[in-house]
T-cell receptor, first 114, second 113 residues
């Protein structure tokens, strides 16, 4: 089975801090994604990456950046955390489009910004 | 102060009954649809998917129906069990060029014993 691992289950940070959320997948998937999940709003796409060193903005990229230096790892960066970034963050990976479009998700990181 | 999110629709069913969860999608050009189940404290888990060249697909105890005329997707769960209690999300590849999934806001299924 595909395993997508997010490094932290819970994080508490202060406003203005730089925050790194790490995600690792073990299935050699080219595509990786970061979503945030808020009550009643479903999952919203922040950024995604088709391959190493490639990244594209999703629907809500403001206040975030990403890094994909290795195929298995996709990092989400909050340059200066704000309280409205308090949320559940979900990482996902997928084999190349056209083969299987199903996303495999990690367990999520609940981030609280105080 | 505390922020209040949008209300999550809830479907309450008796154990053993069939459940039907509905979803309206937005893009008539979407060609792939998928249902996920999310239990408390876990990430979403794949249930079943369907491509736009089909109108029905069956899995184990689950069936997905696609009505492209009215842009409607439904998930049917047969003989609902307590372990089916979760939040269910539908998703579509709304931006067919980008091929990234766009998710609905979810429906909470509560199974009463």
């Amino acid at each position: 089975d595909v395993k997508v691992t997010q490094s932290s289950r819970y994080l508490v940070k202060r406003t203005g801090e730089k925050v790194f959320l790490e995600c690792v997948q073990d299935m050699d998937h080219e595509n990786m994604f970061w979503y945030r999940q808020d009550p009643g709003l479903g999952l919203r796409l922040i950024y995604f990456s088709y391959d190493v060193k490639m990244k594209e903005k999703g629907d809500i990229p403001e206040g975030y950046s990403v890094s994909r230096e290795k195929k298995e790892r996709f990092s989400l960066i909050l340059e200066s955390a704000s309280t409205n970034q308090t949320s559940m963050y979900l990482c996902a990976s997928r084999s190349p489009t056209g083969v299987n479009e199903k996303l495999f998700f990690g367990s999520g990181t609940q981030l609280s910004v105080l | 102060g505390e922020s209040v999110g949008l209300h999550l629709p809830t479907l309450s069913v008796q154990e053993g009954d069939n459940s039907i969860i509905n979803c309206a999608y937005s893009n008539s050009a979407s060609d792939y649809f998928i249902w996920y189940k999310q239990e408390s404290g876990k990430g979403p888990q794949f249930i079943i998917d369907i491509r736009s060249n089909m109108d029905k697909r069956q899995g184990q105890r689950v069936t997905v129906l696609l009505n492209k005329t009215v842009k409607h997707l439904s998930l049917q769960i047969a003989a609902t069990q307590p372990g089916d209690s979760a939040v269910y999300f539908c998703a579509e590849n709304k931006d067919t060029g980008r091929r990234a999934l766009t998710f609905g806001s979810g429906t909470r299924l509560q199974v009463q014993p």
